[in-house]
């Protein structure tokens, strides 16, 4: 089952090595990538949404608009665009079912859980806390790389070598230690 499925039907799996157990996120929604930005565009935030709006994953969405996509979709058997194929937007995009969240690509809750609960500063402060309300838990670097592995693997048709160390460091966004 992928992501986008465990999610729609309400669970994250967050039961990747190194993990605590699943998440149950019926509880929670998404909010989009720009409520996110709020709070991460900042230095003192580690200015995480530069990170991410310079990333593949920002324009994740997009790359199902062209006629390559198109055509893989087709050649796999699909009845409709890439755009449309809840094959390919699995990895493309969050899990949200609003289009609007959709086209903003690979953004912050596909990797770290719905936000709805989790987004207020006063919660956000208390990691524990976050994670009761729906933040998703990576226990190490291996949890993080089976996460990004369950899109960046075999199945995708136009997978390339995915080298997690050399990815991670594109993509990581740690907070800077206060």
């Known amino acids: 089952m992928t992501r986008w499925f465990s999610r729609i039907a309400g669970v994250t ?22 409520k996110c ?20 994953h920002a324009e994740a969405y997009n ?11 087709k050649t796999r058997g ?7 194929a809840a094959e390919c937007l699995a990895c493309h995009t969050m899990a949200s079912t609003k289009v609007e969240d959709q086209k903003m690509g690979v953004q912050c809750e ?19 806390q976050a994670i009761a309300a729906g933040l998703t838990k990576y226990e190490d670097k291996a949890a993080i790389e089976k996460q ?12 390339k070598a995915f080298n997690f ?3 991670w460091t594109q ?8």
Request: glycine share 4%; proline share 7%; aromatic share 6%.
């Open 13 to 34: 799996l967050a039961l990747l090595p190194g993990t605590a157990l699943a998440q149950d996120t019926t509880a929670f929604s998404y909010i989009g990538v720009e």
């Open 37 to 56: 930005i709020m709070c991460h565009k900042s230095e003192k935030s580690g200015n995480q949404a530069a990170v991410w709006k310079q990333s593949k």
């Open 63 to 73: 790359t199902l608009l062209t006629p390559r996509a198109d055509s893989i979709a």
């Open 78 to 84: 699909f009845a409709t665009p890439a755009k449309d």
């Open 110 to 128: 596909a990797c770290h859980g719905p936000g709805s609960a989790y987004k207020s500063l006063s919660v956000m402060k208390n990691k524990a």
């Open 148 to 159: 990004c592995r369950s899109c960046h693997n075999e199945k995708s048709p136009s997978f």
């Open 165 to 167: 160390d050399e990815r």
């Open 171 to 178: 993509i990581k966004h740690p907070k800077p230690a206060a």
